[in-house]
């Protein structure tokens, strides 16, 4: 009997859960929420509870299927579809339920997204979580890989406030992990846990009671003035307050400065005065009191009136299938950006390629609390770093649209050629070349010690002691530690 025949005869019992290539639903339900992949999964299954997973996997390990779990669908590289044509995907849309206890422990089913999550934790006594600003993205994916947010250089990283998860392994069998219960699993989780070691179906997040008063803002430059802005920011980085999360957008439209302050204006103020001191006025200032989840809504761009909360729910507006065909890459730097480095941002963010919908590079600031957990107490090795910096370019999908085509070769001839400069530049100044491993790319050089440096040992010891069967892969999962 065939691997797929084998399959499907044993996922029957799931009845219409399983979606095949001649179900009506498949030929939604298979899109990346990035339409630049066209991946085929063998098997769909829309799992809608706990013993959904643990057979569908099981399943899977018998007939020597991949698994892919999908949260949100955001992977860079279509991983949350398998990455290639045959896996079986787990769907955790039906897993969104959020409890919050009085002491902010909060139960969070891992197929929900940012945005519902948001408001579920507000609604439940006001509390939030330190993660991104992007409304659709899974907190499955997120969390494991590390989680970033605006609030990550006082808060740390969501996968610093997990305490424990629910997960499914090969052998379909549903594990509580936490540092007391499968340590091992628990420090492969935070940082690697992408699909590499299991199925995450429940979270347990320390929520944060943000202060009663938040200040977002941005500010706006042209271009023209990227190397003033740059220089002074990097230079008064260390000294800005730990309650200031800032990220810096460097594009055609020009220079934007946005970020967080948990408090008040007066003391946002305060915290930016040295480096609004010494850069140009900018041609736009936007500086708002409210609390921390009206700065979630608007940096999710989803409404003008930041009292509409009730936004975040994202009711009806954000499935698979996005418009624009993206590409990512990113590099984590170690030190605080240099002027080699500064001038080549003032070079690459300036352009345009034809066809493009847009192109832009993102500097986070990293830094604060990420630094004060101890590298070797979870996967995520990138404790130390000064920033992050994302590459992207979107271009218009177009359904007679092929790989050829110019926009699309355009598109990626600027990131390419923008990304060969940088790491040129890299390698000079600042070591080993390190990406955040939440914006994969399957193009960045040795991919393995990029996104695990020292950790890739022992998590290539732990996956083989939990799936020495290799059922959780796809084309940069931990591979088997050698026998």
């Avoid at 939030?128 to 609030?151: D, E, K, M």
């Avoid at 103020?269 to 608007?298: C, H, W, Y």
């Amino acid at each position: 009997m065939s691997a797929k025949s084998a399959l499907l005869a044993c996922l029957e019992p799931l009845g219409s859960k399983v979606l095949t290539m001649h179900s009506p639903e498949y030929s939604q339900e298979r899109l990346d929420y990035n339409p630049r992949f066209d991946y085929r999964p063998l098997v769909i299954v829309m799992a809608a509870s706990a013993s959904d997973v643990q057979f569908s996997t099981k399943c899977a390990t018998e007939a020597k299927v991949a698994v892919a779990p999908r949260s949100g669908g955001h992977s860079y590289e279509g991983y949350s579809i398998g990455g290639q044509n045959g896996s079986l995907v787990i769907d955790l849309g039906g897993f969104t339920a959020v409890t919050v206890s009085t002491n902010g422990l909060a139960k969070v089913g891992a197929g929900i997204r940012l945005g519902p999550l948001y408001l579920e934790l507000y609604n439940q006594g006001g509390w939030t979580i330190n993660a991104g600003t992007c409304p659709s993205v899974g907190v499955g994916g997120i969390a494991l890989g590390g989680g970033f947010g605006l609030l990550s250089r006082k808060y740390g990283l969501l996968l610093d406030r997990i305490t424990e998860m629910q997960v499914v392994n090969a052998m379909g069998e549903l594990l509580t992990v936490s540092a007391t219960s499968d340590p091992d699993l628990f420090f492969a989780l935070r940082g690697a846990g992408g699909g590499s070691f299991g199925v995450v179906i429940e979270f347990t997040l320390q929520a944060i009671r943000p202060a009663p008063v938040a200040t977002s803002f941005t500010y706006n430059w042209p271009n023209a003035m990227y190397l003033e802005v740059f220089r002074a920011f990097i230079d008064t980085q260390q000294q800005a307050l730990r309650d200031v999360g800032v990220g810096i957008n460097i594009s055609p439209a020009g220079l934007m400065m946005y970020g967080l302050f948990d408090g008040v204006e007066s003391k946002q103020s305060e915290a930016m005065k040295q480096f609004l001191e010494k850069v140009p006025s900018p041609t736009n200032r936007d500086v708002r009191e409210g609390r921390v989840i009206d700065s979630q809504l608007r940096f999710a761009y989803l409404s003008g009136n930041p009292k509409d909360i009730n936004a975040l729910s994202l009711q009806g507006g954000f499935k698979a299938a996005a418009p624009r065909p993206t590409k990512g890459k990113s590099l984590v730097y170690s030190k605080p950006l240099l002027n080699s480095t500064i001038k080549l941002l003032g070079k690459w963010g300036s352009v345009s390629p034809k066809g493009s919908a847009a192109t832009y590079i993102i500097i986070d600031i990293w830094g604060g609390a990420i630094a004060d957990v101890p590298v070797k107490e979870t996967a995520f090795i990138h404790r130390g770093a000064s920033a992050g910096i994302e590459f992207v370019a979107e271009w218009i999908a177009d359904a007679n649209q092929s790989a050829d085509t110019k926009d699309y070769v355009e598109c990626f001839k600027w990131i390419n050629d923008a990304y060969a400069e940088f790491l040129e530049d890299f390698r000079a100044n600042y070591g080993p070349v390190r990406g955040y491993q939440n914006y994969i790319d399957k193009d960045i050089p040795d991919w393995q010690d990029a996104y695990y440096g020292e950790a890739l040992t022992k998590l290539k010891q732990i996956k083989r002691a939990v799936d020495p069967s290799n059922t959780f892969r796809f084309p940069q999962s931990i591979p088997l530690a050698h026998p």
